[in-house]
């Protein structure tokens, strides 16, 4: 989970949207060059700019910058995996040194800016010092160097990374993308104001700029320089990303066939697109999704907060929450939500349960582990045992603390009321109707989980402080599937004011799992999973988070939109030969 960000995890984006794939399916045979029609996508929010992803703090401007140019390594859409060669990408082969510490890329001849200039080693060390130089903004790459140690180009078509440490995640903190070195200005200050970031005129990829009209659309052109496309050519003659007011005038849009492609629409709106689809008027395609609402509990002392490790890196004691230092009681709240029915109410049924802390499209997803069962009643039995008690045998009123023992030996006053805070953020129409619906349940076995929508600037100052009790949100795995559990569960990742792990959480046997899996020698991706799924099944008894669910993915075009096939977190990996019959 390297990249792992709140709401959107827009780092990771970069990679999707910078790495095209291998195509693995059979495609109908496109009408010829440029002579497919126009691909319309609706998006809404902020203009998708600037399209220079070195300065693009978003995934919509990401996702434009991966339709125009290339990627240093492919992903076979087939199985999410890196890839030695594949379109768009520049890596033919490259080479890990005996210690796992540095990467030789090997970069094909062939390919050309569309000014016919060659795409060399230089653009992506271009990109790299840029990135090193901090003087970037709103750039995602800015936690590249604290992986990555250095890059070095011996020669135009060689590409030398050196990490920091050994690690089987590797490739992902090498996919930085390439621009167009020879046209861009050398110093990375003028480089965020340069003509290109809204006017790229020399670009690499199926597509190129068309025009920008602010708050209205975006155009993009095919670009028949381009000699990777599967069937010889560039397919559409463009792809236009139209922006409207709101995601619900997005599918009207769509329904009314404004528009003849649509990415991730509100839930609520989805039985509207699969009832066309039933009728032949739609295509549309599922997938359980890499978007996983959670709830999240503080396992330390909200009192008095700590870094999770000294100087020396060594794990520094955090205390415990006088609530949920026990993991019985986390494990009775988690029995106690019923994550079937929020689902249903919350999300429209649009949502797979998660078991664990890996999304069920992950390649490291245990699939013998199965979700924790809604049952009140052991919820209220775990909770009794713990000493958390129902003191006047009226399961409407609070439970309090009778004897409550916390793992260190220190003991919860008796009388304390089993009351808590759940924030999350304010204008999220789903986020309420789970908080709602959980603070419903748990009162159902004496605990009082007051719900509480607030500012996300506030929301994040508590969370980044470790001030909170239960915190709710949503995470947003990578492409390609990066299970790694540093940031978030790992006492690295436990840092004041920014760390990720803000829950406290510490295990020493999921460390030192994670630090196997991710360092294991060869990195073969079948004994990694078999790391990962003992360290789901620690996580599932360990209960940091109340494991939810992951919000399903959804993408739909027109019937007459030929060649849409998507593969999970890669919807676009073939447009170059989509076409509109």
Known sequence: MKNLGRLMMAGTAAVLMLSLVVPAVAQDTPPGPGQGGIIIEGTFGSD???????????????????????????????????????????????????????YTFTLRKDYKWNDGTPVTSKDFLYSWNAIKSGKLENTLYSSVPTVVKDMTAPDDYTL???????????????????????????????????????????????????????????SLVADETYT???????????????????????????????TNYIDSPV?????????LATQGKLQVYSDAGNFWDYFAFNLADPKNPKNGTDDAGNPVPQGYHPIFGNKEVRQAIAKAIDIDAIIQKAVFGEGTRM??????????????????????KAASELLDKVGWVDDDNNPETVRIAKGVKLPDGTTVPDGTPMSFTMIGNEGNSRRAAEGQLIQDQLKQIGVDGKYQAIDFGTWQDQVNAQTFDVAMLAWQEGYPSDPDGTQLWTPTGDVIGSGNNATSFYNKEFVDLNTKAR???????AERAKIYARMQEIMQDEMPYVWMYSINGMQAAAANVKNFSPYPGNPLWNIDSWFVQ
């Not at 499209?361 to 809604?374: G, I, M, Q, V």
Request: with cysteine.
């Open 355 to 376: 078991p664990s802390y890996i999304t069920p499209t992950s390649w490291a997803f245990n699939k013998n582990l199965k979700p924790t069962a809604y049952d009140p």
């Open 48 to 102: 998708p700019v600037p399209f220079n992803p070195l300065v693009c703090a978003e995934s919509s401007c990401i996702k434009l910058a991966g339709l125009m140019l290339p990627a240093l390594v492919a992903v076979d859409p087939k199985t999410a995996n890196y890839a030695k060669s594949g379109p768009g990408a520049m890596a033919t082969d490259w080479k890990i040194s005996d210690d796992g510490l540095t």
């Open 267 to 275: 839930v609520g709106r989805r039985g509207d697109i699969r009832d």
């Open 228 to 258: 990777d496309a599967s069937a010889g050519f560039v397919s559409p003659a463009g792809y236009i990303y139209k922006n409207v007011p709101d995601s619900n005038v997005l599918v009207e849009q769509f329904l009314a066939g404004e």
């Open 519 to 525: 360092t294991l020698p060869g990195c073969d991706q």
């Open 160 to 218: 030398v990374v050196t990490m920091q440490n050994a690690e089987c995640t590797a490739l992902g903190s090498a996919s930085i993308p390439a621009v167009p070195s020879h046209i861009l200005p050398a110093d990375p200050v003028a480089l965020n104001t340069a003509d290109w970031n809204l006017d790229p005129t020399v670009t690499g990829g199926p597509f190129k700029f068309g025009e920008y009209r602010a708050s209205e659309l975006v």
